[in-house]
């Protein structure tokens, strides 16, 4: 069965400084997607960056950006510039393919990112 | 765009009692989803929708657990005989279909606390 870990329950980062969450994921498929969702207070889960496994390129979204690495299995995310609203729950996800679970997001257990002023 | 709206927000109920969650999806999205979210842990899956069709259901879902969407609109899920165990944040979502790597778009969740 497919797995996510995130090896680090808590993170700190000073404002406009750079953080990276790491995360890995164990699956025996070629095909898959993808995700970093974030969680502030208001509980709410918002959708930050995603990203095709078949695709060699990193994903980025503005000060958002991955860093895929298929063979070592690991998706880490990078956040530049890190502002106060930046605080929250990070949550890794994977996801199978068409024809596989379209409704099964597996999830990490998160990190929590505080950020300094 | 309104966004996802799940009610109520929460809910405190005794142990035995039924209870049902009501979750509205963004209008034009035909995929709704369940999560339940435990303390320190990341949601897990409970079921799906395509429109009206229930697509999948998580082990987790218990027979106690029972998800509807009529009409392929809002959709309610439905625990009967509460656990002390079922204490979680429940959570919805819903997205287009755009095959594969459709981004969610979560409600803000209904915290359930059995006493």
């Known amino acids: 069965a497919q797995t996510v870990t995130q090896s680090q329950p808590e993170m700190s980062v000073q404002e406009a400084e750079t953080v990276t969450l790491s995360c890995t994921y164990d699956?025996?498929?070629?095909?898959?997607?993808l995700f970093w969702y974030k969680q502030p207070p208001s509980r709410q889960m918002i959708l930050v960056i995603r990203?095709?496994?078949?695709?060699?390129q990193n994903a980025t979204e503005n000060r958002f950006s991955v860093n895929f690495q298929k063979a070592a299995k690991s998706f880490s995310l990078k956040i530049s510039d890190s502002q106060l609203g930046d605080a929250a729950m990070y949550f890794c996800?994977?996801?199978?393919?068409?024809?596989?679970?379209?409704?099964?997001?597996?999830f990490g257990k998160g990190t929590k990112l505080s950020v300094k002023p | 765009d309104t966004g996802v709206s799940q009610n109520p927000r929460h809910k405190i109920t005794k142990r035995g009692q039924n209870v049902t969650f009501r979750c509205d999806p963004i209008?034009?999205?035909?995929?709704l989803y369940w999560y339940r979210q435990t303390l320190g842990q990341g949601p897990e899956f409970l079921t799906y929708?395509?429109?009206?069709?229930?697509?999948?259901k998580s082990r987790l879902l218990s027979d106690r657990f029972s998800a509807e969407r009529p009409k392929g609109s809002f959709s309610t899920l439905e625990i009967q005989r509460t656990e002390q165990g079922d204490s979680a944040m429940y959570l919805c979502?819903?997205?287009?279909?755009?095959?594969?790597?459709?981004?969610?778009?979560f409600g803000s969740g209904t915290q359930l606390s059995v006493l």
């Open positions: 699956t025996s498929e070629s095909d898959y997607y």
């Open positions: 209008s034009e999205h035909n995929r």
């Open positions: 996800a994977y996801k199978e393919p068409p024809g596989g679970s379209q409704g099964n997001l597996i």
């Open positions: 990203q095709e496994a078949y695709k060699q």
């Open positions: 979502a819903s997205s287009p279909h755009t095959g594969g790597n459709e981004k969610l778009f």
């Open positions: 929708f395509q429109n009206e069709a229930q697509l999948e």
